[in-house]
């Protein structure tokens, strides 16, 4: 088994992976927050 050495990882893809997540989960909440506030107002 060879000996790992904390920090030599490429983790490139997974920084990649990561950041593409957080930004479709910010733009969903958006779009939910907005959704709600549409069906707020219409039923009002």
């Known amino acids: 088994m060879a000996d ?3 920090g030599e990882m490429d983790i490139e893809v ?3 992976t990561f950041d ?3 930004k479709a ?3 969903s909440s958006v779009a ?3 959704t709600l506030i549409f069906i707020a107002l ?3």
């Open 4 to 6: 790992h050495k904390h």
């Open 14 to 16: 997974q920084k990649k």
């Open 20 to 22: 593409g997540f957080m």
């Open 25 to 27: 989960v910010t733009w």
């Open 32 to 34: 939910i927050i907005l």
């Open 42 to 44: 219409v039923n009002a």
